[in-house]
């Protein structure tokens, strides 16, 4: 009997042939990717740890190298901030930017800055192939993910009956499991002489992998098991990170017989096979822990049904804490293709195609949230080297990745966020952000990151100048106090949320310049992604949003537990000092508070819509701004300069809702599909 889609998931009747196309499985550290033909599927298995050590990439100077410091090494240009002030001040809004940063980027090189350092990159772990010759035609192929389960099945018929596979990633014991089987049909069946399920399975490699080392090994254990073992190291990054990691994966079969060859493992004739996989990293010096992850997984129970009950336990719970119900009924069944085609080809997006959209969302986020928060592509990569190398891009991709948690009822996925932010590593980082750049106390948040290192060494002597950037600290602050104010968690604020508020607002204080009117001024500033001569310009209007944001909570926090009653009156009298919006000619809300700038709407972010979208500044209690961000809205999207990228339509989603334009916030969502 063919496959059916769950009543939360995916049906597919059509192989993928590309991982991009691939389903996917995850409890929040370890995942797969599951794609390719009935008779040769590729498993790729994923771990949020696997991030390849540093490594330079360009302005790079003359001499030896040492990444370790490279990746440390924040310049001190906060001495420079009354010259970049003067040069803005009297050159204007871009052109004294573009000279002010050529200015910071001559004593960043004296200094031996190397220029925008990309994280090591996110990587795929091990790549596994499964080779299963089919018995004449195949027919009834589907696919399915099941959002409650988290199992990703694939199934078809051929002559010698009805083959299934099945993968999960369990939470409550950590490894991947997958189990192969045959049921016997009419054609070919030979009673008590095993399934008849042959099957090879071999690691593969991928292309650009950067490693000394990639040891790939295949043992018997048993007469009808065995082991895949393989060893990767890395050929570059500092000492303090360089190493690599292990995949080990167990596989055991019932009935027929197995054997080692070319490397891998083959098997004869069983009805079932099981696999349980599971990857480590290691640190330089370090041995790879390959006896540890066996003795883990031969303890696991040799049960498929046993195992993806526990698992379904623990990752139900939490998906089945809302839900999404437009009235799709029997459309649930229709393949995910045919409903995407029917959007793309008449325009109609149905009941069934959103309520999936909801849920596969709800799905992602808790199957990649785990130790860390979801990387760039979540916790899936199928490939060595990501065009974006998959780092944690903090002034966007991040916040509005987590920002749903809260709604979908799942705080408990915002704790890897507060600690990945909060943690006395990264604050000691982003202290130095503070003092190195600005001479400031508190801290700054950079626009790109890793997981165990937040320096601001992401910009160079064109690439813009997000080293400026300042609202990302406040921008995070927001959704942890939405977290307190779903939760009511009162010790997350006093004893976590209100120091890590405290120390942002400390950052302001320093950073802002009073002007002769006596309103404070942000500079120098950028505003996300404006280029330097696309723009730049003091005062962004996320800037200045944020920040009151962050001062406005921080009053009602302290006022709240009665904390730190000295200082509210300083920041109350900071807020009232913050810099008034302006709208421009165009009569929209301009991206910088500055009379006569010039905005530039073809760009891919709203970030200036922020008291909008995410504080709610802006609303129809504030009519004339809220006619402005309505202009600026219709604007941007009339600009175009979306490029495709998921986060503007988002934004922009999210503006529409926040303007009361259903119709428009449904227009950018039918952009995304």
Same mark, same amino acid.
């Given at each position: 009997?063919?496959?059916?889609?769950?009543?939360?998931?995916?049906?597919?009747?059509?192989?993928?042939?590309?991982?991009?196309?691939?389903? &996917?499985?995850?409890?929040?550290?370890?995942?797969?990717?599951?794609?390719?033909?009935?008779?040769?599927?590729?498993?790729?298995? @994923?771990?949020? #740890?696997?991030?390849?050590?540093?490594?330079?990439?360009?302005?790079?100077?003359?001499?030896?190298?040492?990444?370790?410091?490279?990746?440390?090494?924040?310049?001190?240009?906060?001495?420079?901030?009354?010259?970049?002030?003067?040069? /803005?001040?009297?050159?204007?809004?871009?052109?004294? !930017?573009?000279?002010?940063?050529?200015?910071?980027?001559?004593?960043?090189?004296?200094?031996? !800055?190397?220029?925008?350092?990309?994280?090591?990159?996110?990587?795929?772990? $091990?790549?596994?192939?499964?080779?299963?010759?089919?018995?004449?035609?195949?027919?009834?192929?589907?696919?399915?993910?099941?959002?409650?389960?988290?199992?990703?099945?694939?199934?078809?018929?051929?002559?010698?009956?009805?083959?299934?596979?099945?993968?999960? =990633?369990?939470?409550?014991?950590?490894?991947?499991?997958?189990?192969?089987?045959?049921?016997?049909?009419?054609?070919?069946?030979?009673?008590?002489?095993?399934?008849?399920?042959?099957?090879?399975?071999?690691?593969?490699? $991928?292309?650009?992998?950067?490693?000394?080392?990639?040891?790939?090994?295949?043992?018997?254990?048993?007469?009808?098991?065995?082991?895949? /073992?393989?060893?990767?190291?890395?050929?570059?990054?500092?000492?303090?990170?360089?190493?690599?990691?292990?995949?080990?994966?167990?596989?055991?079969?019932?009935?027929? =017989?197995?054997? &080692?060859?070319?490397?891998?493992?083959?098997?004869?004739?069983?009805?079932?096979?099981?696999?349980?996989?599971?990857?480590?990293?290691?640190?330089?010096?370090?041995?790879?822990?390959?006896?540890?992850?066996?003795?883990?997984?031969?303890?696991?129970?040799?049960?498929?049904? %046993?195992?993806?009950?526990? %698992?379904?336990?623990?990752?139900?719970?939490?998906? +089945?804490?809302?839900?999404?119900?437009?009235?799709?009924?029997?459309?649930?069944?229709?393949?995910?293709?045919?409903?995407?085609?029917?959007?793309?080809?008449?325009?109609?997006?149905?009941?069934?195609?959103?309520?999936?959209?909801?849920?596969?969302?709800?799905?992602?986020?808790?199957?990649?949230?785990? *130790?860390?928060?979801?990387?760039?592509?979540?916790?899936?990569?199928?490939?060595?080297?990501?065009?974006?190398?998959?780092? !944690?891009?903090?002034?966007?991709?991040?916040?509005?990745?987590?920002?749903?948690?809260?709604?979908?009822?799942?705080?408990?996925?915002? %704790?890897?966020?507060?600690?990945?932010?909060?943690?006395? #590593? /990264?604050?000691?980082?982003?202290?130095?952000?503070?003092?190195?750049?600005?001479?400031?106390?508190?801290?700054?948040?950079?626009?790109?990151?890793?997981?165990?290192?937040?320096?601001?060494?992401?910009?160079?002597?064109?690439? =813009?100048?997000? %080293?400026?950037?300042?609202?990302?600290? +406040?921008?995070?602050?927001?959704?942890?106090?939405? !977290?307190?104010?779903?939760?009511?968690?009162?010790?997350?604020? #006093?004893?976590?949320? &209100?120091?890590?508020?405290?120390?942002?607002?400390? $950052?302001?204080?320093?950073?802002?310049?009073?002007?002769?009117?006596?309103?404070?001024?942000?500079?120098?500033?950028?505003?996300?992604?404006?280029?330097?001569?696309?723009?730049?310009?003091?005062?962004?209007?996320?800037?200045?949003?944020?920040?009151?944001?962050?001062?406005? @909570?921080?009053?009602?926090?302290?006022?709240?537990?009665?904390?730190?009653?000295?200082?509210?009156?300083?920041?109350?009298?900071?807020?009232?000092?913050?810099?008034?919006?302006?709208?421009?000619?165009?009569?929209?809300?301009?991206?910088?508070?500055?009379?006569?700038? &010039?905005? @530039?709407?073809?760009?891919?972010? +709203?970030?200036?819509?922020?008291?909008?979208?995410?504080?709610?500044?802006?609303?129809?209690?504030?009519?004339?701004? $809220?006619?402005?961000?309505?202009?600026?809205?219709?604007?941007? /999207?009339?600009?175009?300069?979306?490029?495709?990228?998921?986060?503007?339509? *988002?934004?922009?989603?999210?503006?529409?809702?926040?303007?009361?334009?259903?119709?428009?916030?449904?227009?950018?969502?039918?952009?995304?599909?």
């Amino acid at each position: 009997m063919p496959l059916c889609s769950p009543l939360h998931g995916l049906l597919s009747r059509r192989p993928s042939t590309t991982w991009e196309n691939g389903f &996917v499985t995850g409890n929040g550290t370890l995942g797969a990717i599951i794609f390719g033909q009935p008779e040769h599927e590729v498993v790729i298995g @994923n771990d949020s #740890r696997l991030f390849l050590p540093l490594k330079p990439e360009s302005e790079k100077l003359p001499g030896e190298f040492d990444p370790l410091a490279a990746r440390r090494f924040v310049p001190d240009i906060a001495h420079l901030l009354p010259e970049v002030r003067a040069i /803005i001040r009297r050159e204007g809004s871009p052109q004294g !930017y573009v000279t002010a940063q050529a200015r910071v980027w001559e004593e960043a090189k004296r200094q031996g !800055y190397r220029g925008y350092q990309y994280a090591g990159n996110y990587h795929a772990g $091990f790549k596994l192939h499964l080779e299963m010759p089919t018995d004449g035609p195949v027919v009834d192929y589907a696919r399915t993910t099941d959002f409650a389960t988290g199992e990703v099945v694939s199934a078809w018929q051929d002559d010698g009956g009805r083959l299934e596979r099945k993968w999960f =990633s369990s939470r409550p014991h950590d490894a991947l499991v997958g189990v192969m089987s045959r049921t016997p049909g009419p054609v070919r069946f030979n009673p008590g002489q095993g399934g008849g399920l042959n099957a090879s399975l071999h690691f593969g490699t $991928f292309a650009d992998l950067s490693l000394t080392a990639l040891e790939s090994s295949a043992t018997l254990a048993g007469t009808t098991g065995g082991w895949l /073992i393989q060893i990767a190291r890395y050929d570059h990054g500092e000492a303090e990170g360089k190493g690599g990691y292990v995949s080990v994966i167990r596989v055991a079969a019932r009935k027929g =017989s197995v054997r &080692v060859t070319d490397g891998g493992l083959h098997f004869d004739s069983p009805d079932a096979v099981m696999l349980f996989m599971k990857i480590r990293p290691f640190a330089w010096g370090e041995t790879p822990p390959v006896d540890a992850l066996q003795s883990e997984i031969e303890v696991l129970p040799r049960d498929y049904d %046993q195992l993806l009950a526990a %698992q379904a336990k623990v990752h139900g719970a939490m998906f +089945a804490r809302c839900s999404l119900d437009l009235g799709a009924g029997a459309e649930h069944d229709t393949p995910i293709e045919d409903l995407l085609d029917r959007g793309q080809k008449d325009g109609v997006y149905s009941p069934a195609l959103s309520e999936k959209l909801y849920d596969v969302c709800r799905y992602a986020v808790i199957s990649s949230t785990g *130790l860390y928060p979801p990387g760039g592509k979540g916790l899936w990569i199928g490939q060595w080297q990501d065009e974006w190398n998959t780092i !944690y891009t903090m002034d966007v991709n991040l916040e509005l990745v987590t920002a749903s948690v809260l709604s979908a009822n799942l705080p408990e996925l915002m %704790q890897p966020l507060a600690d990945f932010l909060m943690n006395e #590593r /990264i604050m000691a980082d982003c202290r130095e952000n503070a003092r190195k750049i600005f001479g400031a106390r508190g801290i700054q948040v950079p626009q790109t990151r890793w997981p165990d290192c937040s320096v601001n060494i992401a910009w160079g002597p064109t690439i =813009s100048c997000g %080293q400026h950037w300042t609202a990302g600290a +406040a921008w995070f602050s927001s959704l942890f106090y939405d !977290y307190v104010l779903y939760t009511g968690d009162r010790v997350f604020l #006093r004893e976590r949320l &209100v120091p890590f508020m405290k120390e942002v607002a400390e $950052f302001y204080e320093d950073y802002l310049t009073l002007e002769p009117s006596g309103i404070y001024c942000f500079s120098p500033a950028w505003s996300p992604e404006n280029g330097l001569l696309a723009g730049a310009g003091d005062n962004p209007a996320m800037d200045i949003a944020a920040c009151k944001e962050l001062l406005t @909570n921080l009053v009602a926090s302290c006022r709240e537990l009665g904390l730190h009653a000295a200082e509210i009156p300083r920041w109350e009298e900071m807020i009232r000092r913050l810099p008034p919006y302006v709208i421009n000619a165009d009569g929209a809300l301009a991206e910088w508070a500055l009379p006569g700038s &010039v905005d @530039n709407y073809s760009h891919r972010h +709203a970030s200036h819509l922020y008291p909008v979208w995410r504080s709610r500044e802006i609303t129809g209690a504030t009519p004339e701004l $809220f006619r402005a961000a309505r202009v600026a809205t219709d604007r941007r /999207i009339a600009a175009g300069g979306e490029d495709g990228s998921t986060h503007g339509f *988002l934004i922009l989603a999210l503006t529409e809702a926040m303007l009361g334009n259903g119709n428009g916030a449904w227009a950018q969502f039918r952009r995304m599909l």
